[in-house]
């Protein structure tokens, strides 16, 4: 079996928090474990505040877990990196023009990167970072301009440039087509994956947007407040999912080319991360749920490598489809 380029085990992030004069704890992410195989793009999705972004930067070395570990190729990373551990994962964030110093040049940002790296010596710096733009679609001439000369397009070109030039081996691109047009997102997919083909690379893709998803991952897997609740390829994930959650995702996302999801829209929002509720977290918004989903957390059930953790996976199709009722009356079919 290869060695997954990224495995994720059992990770918990916690942070204290305060409501008044109370501490407490806020469970972000809740025993998360996932893998990721060389020059795979694995999708992570779910509502807003369900982790995603906090698994993201413990990932990439950002935040430290309670508990938990990650390891790149076989090996541990520490909570706490070095240099050199930190250049392993880069991240492309959501908004490239915060991150981008107003006053340096493309061209120094680039360089300075790959000089404190120790990348490429002094004489070819130049050389090395018009390479980098023209790997992401960036004429050489960007390396004299400035970030408020650019689009937001270009910048977020500028921002995957940046992290290309410390050579990672895996990239956490958290939101990175949110803030952009329709047409511009499409060219920037279309950009990361020619640099899957072309760099061999592997990508974590957090993204609320599930076409996108569609249109680049292989595999994906779901968050719901903080844990991951169904895994599995694109393919399988979308035409059959098993998770009534990934349904309700699924169902209401009419961008989607196809999808076999048939469920009732998603009401309320997700409870807090102060207050996770008991047995399955989703059973307060769960059409599907049961005496037992109040009780016990469920387990994973599986489909090959698809996963599920539902107690009812995959039972949902029929019942949907035939319009029945939940077993306590409440009717799943407005
Ligand atoms: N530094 C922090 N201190 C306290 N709470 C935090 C901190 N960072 C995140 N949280 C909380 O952790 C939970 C998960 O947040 P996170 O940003 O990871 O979610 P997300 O899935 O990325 O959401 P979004 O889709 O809106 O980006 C949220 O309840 C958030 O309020
Ligand atoms: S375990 Fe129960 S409450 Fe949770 S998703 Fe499955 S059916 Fe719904
Ligand atoms: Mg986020």
Same mark, same amino acid.
């Given at each position: 079996m290869t060695t997954p380029r990224l495995s994720v085990k059992d990770l918990h992030v916690q942070f204290p928090v305060r409501s008044g004069h109370r501490k407490q704890t806020l469970r972000a992410v809740d025993g998360v474990s996932v893998d990721l195989k060389p020059s795979e793009i694995l999708g992570i999705?779910?509502?807003?505040?369900?982790?995603?972004?906090?698994?993201a930067r413990v990932i990439a070395g950002l935040t430290e877990p309670a508990h938990g570990s990650v390891e790149l190729d076989g090996r541990p990373l520490p909570p706490r990196r070095t240099v050199q551990e930190q250049r392993a994962?880069?991240?492309?964030?959501?908004?490239?023009?915060?991150?981008?110093?107003?006053?340096?040049?493309?061209?120094?940002?680039?360089?300075?990167?790959?000089?404190?790296?120790?990348?490429?010596?002094? *004489?070819?710096?130049?050389?090395?970072? &018009?390479?980098?733009?023209?790997?992401?679609?960036?004429?050489?001439?960007?390396?004299?301009a400035r970030p408020r000369q650019l689009s937001g397009g270009?910048?977020?070109?500028?921002?995957?440039?940046?992290?290309?030039?410390?050579?990672?081996?895996?990239?956490?691109a958290d939101e990175a087509v949110a803030a952009l047009d329709v047409s511009v997102q499409a060219a920037i997919l279309n950009l990361f994956a020619d640099?899957?083909?072309?760099?061999?690379?592997?990508?974590?893709?957090?993204?609320?947007?599930l076409s996108a998803v569609q249109a680049i991952c292989d595999r994906v897997a779901v968050m719901y407040l903080g844990k991951i609740v169904e895994?599995?390829?694109?393919? &399988?994930?979308?035409?059959?999912?098993?998770?009534?959650?990934?349904?309700?995702?699924?169902?209401?996302?009419?961008?989607?080319?196809?999808? *076999?999801?048939?469920?009732?829209?998603?009401?309320?929002?997700?409870?807090?991360?102060?207050?996770?509720?008991?047995?399955?977290r989703f059973h307060p918004r769960c059409p599907l749920a049961v005496e037992k989903c109040h009780i016990a957390e469920p387990q994973w059930e599986m489909q090959g490598e698809h996963r599920t953790a539902c107690h009812r996976a995959w039972e949902v199709d029929d019942v949907t489809a035939a319009g029945a009722r939940h077993p306590r009356g409440i009717a799943l079919n407005p």
């Open positions: 999705v779910g509502e807003s505040g369900c982790g995603k972004s906090t698994l994962i880069q991240m492309v964030f959501q908004d490239p023009g915060a991150s981008l110093n107003p006053r340096l040049t493309v061209g120094a940002v680039l360089t300075e990167l790959l000089h404190r790296h120790g990348i490429v010596d002094r *004489a070819r710096e130049r050389e090395r970072a &018009e390479d980098l733009l023209r790997r992401v679609g960036l004429p050489a001439r960007a390396y004299d270009q910048r977020q070109r500028v921002g995957i440039a940046r992290a290309l030039a410390v050579e990672p081996r895996l990239i956490v640099l899957r083909v072309s760099l061999a690379l592997s990508m974590v893709f957090i993204s609320h947007d895994v599995g390829s694109v393919d &399988e994930l979308f035409s059959a999912p098993g998770h009534p959650y990934t349904r309700a995702l699924l169902a209401a996302s009419p961008s989607l080319e196809e999808t *076999a999801a048939v469920a009732p829209p998603l009401t309320g929002e997700p409870p807090s991360p102060l207050r996770v509720p008991n047995g399955c």
